[in-house]
């Protein structure tokens, strides 16, 4: 596949998912020397959004080598992001988007201010609504197997239908038919796509299994 420098037509600017497949890869623990292939992996197996957390070795390395190499075919983001410094980093990193375990106001704000998409995490409806009223572009339910596909489906029903919902921690392949009942837009794929010592062609073999359970479920 042809890694771009321009705009890639199936790729919109939005980070709500439009033009994505809707899988966030979590990279946790990827090192920059193998950042590359495993984004080029990533991507031509179809999955077009993937997340580096903050706390792997020399993250920002990652993010900037592999937005580098794939131009516009992907959107790289930052996990684990905490605080506002972090946010400032991931964005002179060449970052897009950033990912958090909780709702911090403060942090979803300077994500926007940066002109960065914002996936922060929450568990309750309380949680929701205040990253919403802050400017989350969508919300990460964390970990979704705490409350299951029931309590997401409870949550589903109050919240906005524009504001995309993906289901993190403890969601594999097998799972996604029910969550996507239940009102999930979409899920974050963590170490059942990557974690270290998976070379390449186990993350391609990993992702391409995961493109064919969404598409079986989303079309």
Known sequence: MAYPT???????????GAGHRKLIAILRGVQPHEAVDMVR????????????PLNSPEPLKSITAMKEAVGNAAMIGAGTVLTTDDVANVKAANGEFVVSPNCDIEVIA?????????????????????????????LKIFPASIIGAEGIKAMRAVLP?????????????????VYAKAGCD????????????????????????????HDAVFG
């Open 6 to 16: 321009s705009v890639n037509d199936q790729i919109t600017d939005s980070v709500s």
């Open 41 to 52: 992996a990533l991507v031509d197996a179809g999955i077009t959004m993937i997340e580096v």
């Open 110 to 138: 300077k994500t926007k201010e940066a002109g960065m998409g914002s996936w922060p995490g929450v568990l309750t409806p309380t949680e929701c609504f205040a990253a919403i009223k802050a400017g989350a572009d969508g």
């Open 161 to 177: 239908k524009d504001v995309p919902v993906y289901a993190v921690g403890g969601v594999g392949p097998d799972d996604f038919s």
């Open 186 to 213: 979409g899920f974050g794929l963590g170490s059942g796509i990557y974690k270290p010592g998976m070379t390449a062609g186990d993350v391609s073999k990993a992702a391409i299994a995961y493109v064919r359970a």
